[in-house]
């Protein structure tokens, strides 16, 4: 009898404290602060992308916070690495949902569709640092505050139709978004103009591009799209400039090309256009080259447009609270527009970024440019001849 009486006092004991930690961690962010939880990948090859998005992020709360008149301690930053892994994205997912996120943050494609079912259920804004936008159409709390695939797209096609290209060659990872883009966007514009094209895919984990290469000199194209991570383009126009087949077509590569420049990576890279927001086109944005420059003094590192994306977006995030008092979709649709460093931001009916994008251009003096038709002389020269 004494030892049962003794049990219960302990599961009592047990289920007093099990209820405490519970309201706390329930409670977090409800009273104290607002918990944003961030799912990226910090470590690994896609770092180069958005391994300092957390710093951007964190300077654009603290500025806001100051300029609105709003205490920095309000927000509770919780930035963890998922090192580019679905299943590890789905670890850290699952830990961070423990402490009841008003706003989650999450990256890149294939990290965020791992999580994203379940996120959605908490019904609080979940904001994709990728460049696919196909979530934002399942699920009603996906926001893409981000240059995207869907932005992307028109500008290959220009780019195609501009160079008067007849075939093109693409270099495409075998991955949904990339894909999607692909097929949605893309080839269905080519085939209503009759450009014929051959398309070759490739792993994510694939590292030697020779053969394919060679099928693309073999293919005899006018334009050649690159598209994938850093790692994927930079080795595969690596290839391409050696075989010297830039003198013959001309090459565009995708929005990761930006990251290679950020690495000063010039001269295996030069004599390409390229997607980019107008912010990476030097001087035409004095507010984000003034901003670069004061990213790069706090630091000691220099940021890219991602990382400005970042700041904007918690800029939004701190505006959405000053002015409502709560942090919603619906809340953030309604401070939109938005002027930020990189820009106006504007969203479209789907919550993704429906802001300008631009053809750049690498030149082979090491000079980035807005790309223009006349960059593709040399092309109509040799078909001249």
């Avoid at 892994?85 to 990290?111: C, D, E």
């Avoid at 797209?153 to 160079?163: G, K, S």
């Avoid at 010039?266 to 901003?291: H, M």
Wanted: hydrophobic content about 40%; some cysteine; charged content about 25%.
């Amino acid at each position: 009898m004494k030892l049962n009486h003794c049990c219960r006092w302990i599961l009592l004991a047990i289920s007093a404290v099990t209820t405490v930690v519970t309201v706390f961690i329930l409670g977090c962010g409800k009273g104290s602060h607002i918990y944003i939880a961030g799912n990226l990948p910090l470590s690994g090859p896609i770092a180069i992308f958005s391994g300092k998005y957390p710093l951007g992020f964190k300077l654009g709360i603290e500025d806001a916070c100051k300029k609105l008149g709003i205490s920095v301690s309000k927000f509770k930053l919780d930035f963890q690495d998922n090192q580019g892994k679905p299943t590890m994205a789905a670890a850290v997912m699952r830990k961070q949902l423990l402490m009841n996120p008003q706003i989650y943050i999450s990256g890149t494609s294939q990290m965020s569709e791992a999580i994203i079912p379940e996120v959605s259920k908490r019904n609080i804004p979940h904001f994709l640092v990728s460049f696919d936008t196909n979530l934002n159409e399942k699920y009603s709390t996906a926001i893409t505050i981000l240059p995207n695939f869907k932005l992307e797209a028109p500008l290959f096609v220009r780019f195609i139709v501009q160079n008067h290209a007849r075939k093109v060659f693409f270099f495409t990872p075998n991955l949904k978004a990339y894909l999607e883009q692909s097929n949605f966007f893309i080839l269905p514009e080519l085939k209503k103009r009759n450009i014929e094209y051959k398309r070759e895919l490739f792993d994510f984990h694939q590292r030697d591009f020779r053969s394919l290469v060679i099928k693309a000199i073999n293919y005899h194209p006018d334009v050649i799209i690159v598209s994938g991570y850093a790692f994927h383009v930079y080795p595969i126009i690596k290839l391409l400039k050696q075989y010297n087949i830039q003198k013959r077509c001309s090459i565009m590569a995708t929005l990761d090309y930006i990251d290679l420049i950020h690495k000063k990576k010039y001269e295996d890279i030069k004599g390409v256009a390229f997607t980019s927001p107008l912010c990476e086109i030097p001087g035409r944005n004095k507010q984000f080259d003034k901003w670069k420059e004061r990213f790069k003094s706090i630091f000691k590192r220099e940021p890219s447009y991602v990382d400005a994306y970042a700041y904007d977006t918690a800029w939004i995030i701190v505006a959405t609270y000053k002015k409502f008092g709560n942090i919603t979709v619906q809340n953030i649709i309604k401070v939109l527009p938005f002027d930020g460093i990189v820009g106006r931001i504007t969203i479209d009916e789907n919550r993704v970024l429906n802001s300008t994008l631009v053809i750049g251009y690498l030149s082979e003096d090491g000079r980035i440019t807005q790309w223009k038709p006349e960059n593709r002389k040399f092309l109509l020269e040799r078909r001249e001849k």
